[in-house]
């Protein structure tokens, strides 16, 4: 689950991890009364971002620095409604419907710091880099060497003396030492307890009076634990996730949209992942990743076939199932109920595997719905990608 900056910042400072002094803001009213307090309480600037759920913000003009009350008033109503596009929204761009306006900071440099898990090697892996600002991808393909690394025990936890190397590396002023200790440490705290997936401070700055502060914060937590934090659930925002997604996510389907054309419905992550290689190996591109795992029912399987066909490039379905713990007699019957009961016109191609397979055939025959049964995978690939091209086998 992904949330905006300003929430991040919320949650760091509770944890002692200094940011700018900042409000969101969803209307010009509300955003000209939060730059007029922070003009009036001091600040010799300030920033009017953006709040969607992706980066590149500035690129694509959704981060304008205000020096006057009027600057503020101008960037907020050009941002402020604004479809922005960046590399991470596709063309279609992200509506912009909030906004932070925070305090400018005197920068002297910026610097970057992150934590996520690196599964290779089983552990969290606190990393930073003197190239702060800039998109961590590039600088990690570009110079490895750049980025700074200290793994962490699960056992022992993030240690001070890992935190001092990492802030030694980065350059950092004697004077400033203890306070990356402590930011670091808060850093990792929110991580841990949060159940955080990814987190990113980019940029972490250092001001020209010595300061550190989070200018950007990047929070990502794990879906799988937000029974624990109903107070982060909370802070979900559905208007940034594609409708589709939100959709399947309440019948407990994992769905992601893509730019194809062939719809998928799979039982099984990596099946998923074999099934869209497959698809592109026979020329075809496919539509989503859809996995209903291994214990769908026959409603859910409705529910799926209806978020497939809700999206109007599909031209063909491919539904590939091995059926363990999903039988495919249970499959079929889903799958024939959800065909009459939607008045599913698209060609369908199956690929079915595992207990019952005799018995879920036997109910696609008996239907009287036109399927297709593909041998293999690479058969049934091949059958759905004719089929969304129209071509007969």
Do not use: W
Request: proline share 3%.
């Amino acid at each position: 689950m992904k949330i905006h900056e300003y929430q991040a910042k919320d949650i760091l400072a509770k944890y002692g991890v200094a940011v700018p002094r900042g409000e969101v803001a969803y209307t010009l009213d509300e955003a000209l009364e939060v730059a007029r307090r922070l003009f009036t309480n001091g600040a010799k600037g300030v920033v009017v971002k953006a709040q969607i759920h992706a980066g590149g913000r500035g690129k694509g003009g959704g981060v304008k620095v205000a020096k006057s009350f009027s600057d503020a008033e101008e960037y907020t109503k050009k941002i402020l409604g604004m479809h922005l596009i960046t590399h991470q929204t596709g063309p279609q761009g992200q509506k912009v419907q909030r906004l932070l306006i925070e305090e400018t900071a005197p920068i002297d440099r910026e610097l970057y710091l992150g934590i996520v898990l690196d599964r290779a090697k089983a552990q969290l892996v606190f990393m930073a880099s003197q190239a702060g600002g800039m998109e961590i991808e590039e600088v990690a393909a570009k110079d490895p060497d750049a980025i700074y690394k200290e793994y962490i025990d699960p056992a022992v936890g993030f240690q001070p003396y890992q935190a001092r190397n990492l802030a030694f590396k980065l350059g950092l002023k004697p004077t400033q030492i203890n306070e990356a200790v402590k930011f670091m440490t808060g850093l990792y705290k929110v991580y841990i307890e949060t159940d955080a997936s990814l987190l990113e401070i980019n940029p972490f700055i250092t001001t020209k009076d010595d300061k550190l502060l989070a200018l950007d914060c990047k929070i990502n937590f794990d879906d799988n634990a937000m029974f624990h934090h109903k107070e982060l659930k909370d802070l979900r925002d559905v208007a940034e996730e594609d409708p589709l997604e939100v959709e399947a996510s309440k019948y407990a389907l994992n769905y992601i949209k893509l730019d194809g054309n062939i719809a998928c419905m799979v039982n099984g992550a990596g099946l998923a992942m074999a099934t869209m290689d497959i698809i592109q190996y026979a020329g075809g591109s496919p539509a989503n990743f859809l996995d209903v795992g291994g214990g769908a029912n026959q409603q859910q399987i409705e529910q799926a076939f209806g978020i497939l066909l809700s999206d109007p490039n599909v031209k063909a379905i491919f539904i590939n199932i091995f059926g363990g713990i999903l039988r495919v007699d249970v499959l079929a019957q889903g799958v024939v109920s959800a065909a009459n009961n939607l008045g599913v016109k698209l060609p369908i191609v199956l690929r079915l595997e595992g207990t019952n397979v005799e018995e879920g055939r036997k109910i696609l025959k008996e239907s009287g719905l036109n399927f297709e049964v593909g041998s293999t995978m690479k058969d049934a690939a091949d059958l759905v990608v004719n089929a969304a091209k129209g071509v007969a086998r």
